[in-house]
């Protein structure tokens, strides 16, 4: 154990309590804005550098249990509590775009996943049909479908690759929407004219020597539309070393248009969250088990693991980095967003929300929050605090 | 009837009221044709027939490929009724409950081992034959539930269908349907599945890619099919019940004690296969009598469903679940109360002519050496003077004298010897003999906790609360002198010490604290539901501990007091419940 560990381990055995009073200046995690779905159908927007409410999007089609972020952060796409509606939110207008539904009459549609095209057009979307007939009910396949993002008319039913049906898919367009991404171990490059596979990437097995890889990407909104450049996708992998048989965790940084991996390992594979940091040199983790929780660091540059302290975590949680990278923000579940210093793991304080959190949370940089042209939308945010 | 819930209501009497007389259990008996089995009850056809085709065999759609427990067919009808806009009248719906109970059936080998289900039992139930299954099915319900269903293979997989439809997320991971990657099933259950096929000689098979509830189905359709056997003979058999008559009790209530008596049971004129109730029970260790009467059908020829209450109004309603053997002389089960059922006796009704019947002792145990220990024995027409001889307990006891007798109860007392064998013991009272009431031994080793893992669910506040009552049994090690062997002996309650410690399973959590009280008779009361400010992160009060029973045994030469445990869950309210009592509500 390195010094500097040991260091960080004893500031935070010290001080990493929630509850505790801090005289130090206050740290601030930049002035970016914050994101978060709440019950019973709002979004609520808080400016990163008070913690204060300063705006609410009422949500129409009714709890935002999972929301999207568009990757020029001008849009969030919802798909709400009942899985059968998206809604479609103006984020700079703080406006609802588009809502609908493809259930209808017996035929229920539960829709797994959704991605939208770089430019607003469409959305792959992952579905479900269930059709309850007089006597009985029908459970379809998982379907692949391209809907339009205006009237949520459904443009075709996207073949699987290979034929092989799956139940759940992370989707990703290319930056220019020229191919769209289906993320696994297995990569499938699809062109966006017709649909049609044109490439493939195993990862399960990178190179000679290295074993079996799985990848995650973390599911509908799991995947980091702020930090990553666009193109590229930075995650956690486990490989299984040919040798001692070690179940081995590591960070991966793909870049899929180049088709090129950077993977290596930190150590032993543990049920680590990974949060990436916005200098793209650091990112952090969080372990969560009952009576167990820890934060980690990860330095990207040197490649290892700088620290892991235990603090009074939450039985369920997920963390996010602020916007300057300096704070660590830990929400989930209930109402409220713990604060701690990211350098020291230091507990700050606490935002108290107006409701229980329902979705992911988002960190967006003032600059390029809300437009497409980097202008900011924080001057269109209604005001609304309500702490 | 334009209310589901005034239906219900009426419903939850267990169907206890008039049936009409056109639907005698023997009306029509039928094994399973191969087409499925006709539903021969007009207003059954009637009742279903909007949804349900019926052919010119009076074969429905999914009706006539089920059979299944009278729990299992009123969920079923709850869930029409609330859900698929089926109106009925209460009587209607009792008939078509009793209707589809006794021809769309369980035979009595095909119910006994789920009796746990509709006896309201909280026990840890391993359903051995697969673990896949179970755990796929009991992380939402009990698997008692699955044991008293018996379907098609196309049954089974419209009633996963169902689940799926209903319950979208047992899709993922919170349920287990399906799974992503290749082969259904868990990572443990592929490679058992991959280890047997070695231990099968290596073969090279291809993978099982089925998803788990593709699995499921297929198990369920072999394990649990249409047709059966066992079906078959019963409902060739089966005949009304005739069980009028004197019937002798024995029971045991956790933290009471044994409990004897006897009910009458007459037929209701006016429903076939119904019956009213009188009877009355003592606590042998408390003396305290309670005397109960009641109401019950009898399903399938077997499955004794009833009600009961004590003479005061404010006394609370006992539910009755009993399988009734086939010999028409016994009938055993557990009576029940409480807002979860937690509350409730274990019985044995057995039938009574006009000879003597020893039900047993209020003593569970003797010890040996003794002198002058005054035993009462319990039944029904016992002599009313009987010699002391007529009093047999076997090798090494000799009962001394006759304290008083009645037809019920026979005090005697009586010396143990040093040299008497330990073990059970016969009671038999001139020549008419109980099986093993009691046992002998010479020192008492330990005490065991029982249930040996308890549940309490928080409540008080917003929800009813579900206590739990622990009792400390005496334990001798026998002969060997060794625990946890074939000839420990079980000595019965204890008059224990009871605390709680804690347990702990995660850090700095203090349960112990906050999870509720425990009284010196054993009862658990949890503490009232919801956040509570005091623990850290505004927890509720949930927790485990640790529920310890002290015992010093007189003279039994325990150098200190013996000391047992048991583990307590004290979990969450049943916030939603999808139980019988609740579903429509």
Redesign the interface.
């Known amino acids: 154990m390195t010094a500097r560990v040991l260091v960080a381990i004893t500031c935070a055995a010290l001080c990493a309590a929630p509850g505790r009073a801090q005289n130090a200046p206050r740290l601030s995690g930049g002035d970016g804005l914050l994101y978060i779905g709440g019950y019973p159908n709002h979004i609520w927007i808080l400016d990163e550098a008070s913690g204060n409410t300063i705006g609410t999007i009422q949500v129409k089609s009714g709890i935002p249990r999972r929301m999207g972020l568009s990757r020029d952060r001008t849009r969030f796409y919802i798909i709400d509590a009942t899985?059968e509606f998206i809604e479609v939110i103006d984020i700079a207008a703080s406006s609802t775009l588009a809502t609908f539904r493809l259930s209808a009459g017996n035929r229920?549609v539960?829709i797994n996943s959704l991605e939208a095209d770089p430019s607003h057009r469409y959305a792959v979307i992952l579905t479900?049909a269930?059709t309850?007939l007089?006597?009985?009910?029908?459970?379809g396949p998982s379907e692949l479908q391209q809907i339009d993002l205006k009237d949520g008319r459904v443009l075709r039913t996207i073949p699987w690759p290979d034929a092989q049906e799956?139940?759940?898919v992370n989707l990703m367009f290319s930056p220019d929407g020229k191919l769209l991404y289906l993320l696994g171990t297995e990569i499938r490059i699809l062109e966006t004219e017709t649909f049609t596979q044109v490439d493939r990437w195993d990862l399960s097995s990178l190179e000679e020597g290295l074993g079996q890889v799985s990848v995650s990407f973390g599911g509908f909104g799991g995947l980091d539309t702020i930090n990553d450049e666009p193109g590229t996708l930075t995650t956690t992998m486990t490989v299984q070393d040919p040798v001692h048989g070690r179940r081995l965790m590591g960070v991966a940084r793909i870049d899929l248009a180049a088709k090129h991996l950077n993977f290596y390992t930190l150590g032993p594979a543990a049920g680590v969250s990974f949060a990436l940091a916005p200098d793209h040199k650091r990112a952090y983790g969080l372990e969560s088990s009952?009576?167990?929780y820890q934060f980690w660091t990860f330095d990207l540059d040197k490649r290892r693991v700088v620290s892991r302290v235990e603090f009074?975590g939450?039985p369920r949680m997920s963390l996010k980095t602020s916007s300057n990278g300096r704070l660590l923000y830990i929400y989930n579940a209930g109402e409220t967003i713990d604060i701690y210093d990211g350098a020291s793991y230091r507990y700050l304080r606490t935002i108290v929300l107006p409701g229980d959190v329902t979705t992911q949370f988002y960190v967006v940089p003032r600059a390029g929050a809300g437009t497409s042209d980097g202008r900011g939308g924080a001057a269109a945010v209604r005001p609304g605090g309500r702490r | 009837m334009s209310n589901p819930g005034a239906v219900i209501a009426i419903l939850l009497a267990c169907g206890l009221t008039a049936v009409a007389a056109s639907q005698p259990a023997t009306s029509r008996v039928s094994a399973v044709p191969e087409g499925g089995i006709p539903v021969t009850d007009e207003e059954t056809r009637r009742a279903c027939g909007s949804?349900?085709?019926t052919d010119d065999k009076h074969i429905m759609?999914?009706i006539s490929h089920r059979r299944a427990s009278p729990e299992n067919w009123e969920l079923t009808l709850r869930r029409m009724m609330s859900l698929n806009n089926v109106n009925l009248a209460p009587e209607a719906a009792r008939r078509i409950l009793k209707y589809l109970s006794n021809q769309h059936g369980l035979a009595p080998e095909e119910a006994r081992p789920a009796m746990f289900d509709a006896e309201r039992r909280l026990i840890e139930y391993s359903y051995k034959a697969d673990a896949d299954v179970q755990q796929l099915c009991s992380t939402c319900h009990s698997m008692g539930r699955v044991l008293n269903e018996r379907r098609t293979r196309e049954e089974w997989s419209?009633l996963l269908?169902?689940h799926?439809?209903y319950y979208?997320l047992i899709?993922?991971s919170s349920g287990g349907f399906?799974?992503?990657g290749g082969g259904g099933g868990s990572a443990n259950a592929q490679a058992r599945r991959s280890a047997a096929r070695q231990e099968e000689g290596g073969e090279r098979r291809p993978p099982d890619n089925r998803q788990p509830f593709e699995r499921a189905g297929d198990h369920l359709a072999d394990a649990f099919p249409l047709r059966s056997e066992a079906w078959t003979t019963w409902s060739a058999a089966m005949r009304a019940p005739r069980l009028d008559g004197r019937w002798t009790l024995v029971g045991h209530q956790l933290g009471k004690g044994r409990v004897f008596g006897e009910v009458v049971i007459a037929p209701d004129p006016d429903s076939p296969d119904s019956f009213v109730t009188r009877g009355q029970m003592t606590y042998a260790r408390t003396g305290e009598s309670v005397a109960r009467s009641g109401r019950a059908i009898v399903y399938t020829g077997f499955q004794w469903r009833g009600r009961s209450s004590g003479p005061q109004d404010a006394s609370p309603t006992w539910s009755e679940v009993m399988l009734v053997e086939r010999s028409g002389s016994e009938m055993s089960g557990r009576w029940f109360t409480g807002d979860h059922a937690e509350t409730g006796i274990d019985i044995t009704l057995r039938r009574v002519s006009s000879d003597p019947v020893v039900a047993g002792t209020d003593l569970a145990a003797l010890r040996a050496p003794a002198s002058g220990q005054r035993l009462r024995i319990f039944g029904a027409n016992l002599p009313p003077n009987p010699a002391v001889t007529d009093v047999d307990l076997g090798h090494g006891i000799r009962v001394t004298r006759l304290v008083s007798a009645t037809p019920q109860v026979l005090t005697v007392e009586v010396d143990v010897a040093a040299d008497a064998r330990p073990g059970p013991r016969d009671v038999s009272v001139a020549g008419f003999t109980t099986s093993a009431p009691l046992v002998v031994y010479a020192r008492m080793d330990a005490i065991r906790v029982v249930p040996r893992s308890g549940m309490a669910r928080l409540g008080g506040a917003a929800m009813e609360p579900r206590l739990e009552q622990f009792e400390a049994r005496g334990i001798s090690y026998g002969a060997d002198g060794r625990p946890a062997t074939a000839d420990d002996l079980d000595l019965g309650p204890v008059e224990a010490r009871w605390s709680l410690e804690e347990y702990t399973?995660?850090?700095k959590?203090d349960d112990v604290q906050f999870v509720g009280e425990l009284g010196q008779d054993g009862l658990f009361t949890p503490a009232v539901d919801g956040p509570n400010p005091k623990r850290?992160?505004n927890r509720n009060n949930v927790g485990d501990v640790w529920v310890v029973a002290t015992f010093a045994p007189d003279g039994g030469g325990a150098a200190r007091p013996l000391r047992g445990r048991a583990h307590l869950l004290v979990t969450v309210p049943i916030y939603m419940d999808w139980s019988p009592r609740q579903v429509g509500q």
Do not use: K, N, W
């Open positions: 899985s229920r539960r479900r269930a309850r007089r006597d009985r009910v029908e459970i799956q139940d759940s009952v009576g167990r009074e939450r | 949804c349900h085709a759609t999914r419209l269908a169902m799926r439809y979208p899709d993922g399906r799974r992503s399973a995660t850090f959590d850290s992160g």
